[in-house]
């Protein structure tokens, strides 16, 4: 399936309320800002490790409050992370978007899982 620019994405339900909302498609070699601050306090080089991750194909989603949703090929999950670059939710899927449930909490706090869907294609 070929991949689209006008993709958006809408997370709904999340009991973590800081990811709910829309997010919009990124160029995927682009690194996340939430991203590139859990580098910097980790004191990772972000370049480097944005390729280690990130196939630097697949798209990437971000919202207005910079929360953002990757594919990251180590583990082959979509990862829903947090603006800060903290991690919440995580899927098990190779799909070009981001599925709409199948969706596991990383902290004990953020249940319940969100519900996403996929919008403009």
């Known amino acids: 399936m070929p991949l689209s620019s006008d993709i958006q994405v809408r997370v709904t339900a999340a009991g973590y309320a800081l990811v709910n909302g829309v997010y919009n498609q990124k160029d995927a070699t682009q690194i996340p800002a939430g991203f590139d601050r859990t580098c910097q306090t980790n004191n990772w080089d972000a ?15 971000e919202s207005d409050n910079e929360s953002y949703i990757y594919w990251n090929k180590g583990d082959g999950k979509w990862w829903i992370d947090a603006p800060s670059g903290a991690g919440v939710y995580i899927v098990k899927n190779n799909a070009s978007y981001p599925p709409r449930s199948g969706w596991e909490a990383l902290c004990s706090n953020c249940g319940p899982v969100p519900t996403v869907e996929i919008l403009g294609r």
């Not at 370049?47 to 989603?61: A, C, N, Y």
């Open 47 to 61: 370049e480097q490790t944005w390729r280690h991750l990130s196939d630097e194909r697949m798209p990437w989603f």
